[in-house]
């Protein structure tokens, strides 16, 4: 059994207890915390029926999908194995291309081996699209995504995610991994981003949860 329909986000009140700082970046909450965990837990189950006899790899592209990996392979209860890979762009052509400079790459050999790209947005898909090429010429046994959020809409390239937790507006969202400019990553919800913010040199400092 595989696991494709995902859910559409309903926008959220904003908590009381959200900090002043983050209160004023953003302008709504679109994914509180308890529903990112319970897709995600869905998701987890999906992937352990689906792979219950295959001793998965799961392998991800830091930063932005630490957060997601280590909550998706909590809620996967099968045997798996687990490694990172992390990125950079040669310039931005090469960026405009999906073109990446690998600076960590696998310690696993996936060589005939099931293996999960985790994710945690896909958007145009042009780097994704890129890494998915690279990993296929090792000759995997199979090779699946499992992407929290989606925009089909900005797609640039034809990818078919395997798992798919919600699918998001053409907004600009921080929060469980997503940053800007490197802020708010460590918020346990989803939020859109203020606009006015995207045009400041800089953003309020997260306080800690």
């Keep these: 059994m595989t696991f494709q329909t995902s859910q559409t986000p309903t926008p959220?009140?904003?908590?009381?207890?959200?900090p002043d700082e983050y209160r004023q970046a953003i302008s709504r909450l679109l994914i509180d915390e308890?529903?990112?965990?319970?897709?995600?837990?869905?998701?987890?189950?999906a992937i352990s029926r689906d792979y219950?006899?295959?001793n998965p790899v799961f392998v991800g592209v830091l930063k932005g999908v630490l957060f997601f990996m280590a909550d998706?392979?909590?809620y996967t209860t099968i045997p798996l194995e687990v490694d990172f890979m992390a990125v950079s762009n040669y310039s931005q052509e090469s960026r405009d291309q999906g073109v990446v400079r690998i600076t960590k790459d696998l310690d696993i050999c996936i060589e005939g081996r099931h293996v999960v790209f985790v994710e945690d947005i896909i958007d145009t898909g042009l780097t994704l699209?890129?890494?998915?090429k690279m990993l296929r010429s090792r000759h995997p046994a199979s090779l699946e995504v499992a992407a929290l959020f989606d925009r089909p809409n900005r797609r640039l390239v034809?990818?078919?995610?395997?798992?798919?937790g919600f699918h998001l507006p053409d907004l600009f969202v921080v929060g469980y991994g997503l940053d800007f400019r490197e802020q708010f990553r460590n918020m346990?919800?989803?939020a859109v981003l203020n606009p006015g913010i995207l045009n400041q040199q800089r953003t309020p400092p997260p306080p800690s949860f």
């Design 34 to 45: 308890n529903t990112l965990q319970n897709r995600i837990q869905e998701m987890g189950r």
């Design 52 to 54: 219950a006899a295959h």
């Design 188 to 190: 346990p919800f989803v």
């Design 12 to 18: 959220k009140k904003i908590p009381e207890n959200i």
């Design 72 to 74: 998706l392979l909590r």
């Design 129 to 132: 699209g890129y890494l998915l």
């Design 158 to 164: 034809n990818i078919q995610a395997r798992y798919v």
